[in-house]
């Protein structure tokens, strides 16, 4: 999947827009300035909310790699 390159995107013009882009901003947001986040998924049923949620935490899962993140990754 394109985890490798939403992660850490600075320039998100220089990409196609993906759910990732999300997950990587709020995981950012999150580890600089130290404050919880939220993200709203919203939409009919049937819109794939379940699954974008999933890839979302699927993308910060893997943002944790390291073990300092570990304790992030268990929540």
Request: aromatic share 6%; with cysteine; net charge positive.
């Amino acid at each position: 999947k394109d985890h490798e390159a939403y992660t850490n995107v600075k320039v998100r013009r220089m990409l196609k827009p993906h759910i990732f882009w999300i997950a990587d901003a709020a995981y950012q947001n999150l580890i600089a300035g130290r404050q919880a986040q939220c993200i709203v998924v919203s939409g009919e049923s049937g819109a794939g909310k379940t699954e974008s949620t999933k890839l979302m935490v699927e993308h910060m899962i893997h943002l944790c790699r390291n073990d300092v993140d570990k304790e992030l990754q268990k929540k």
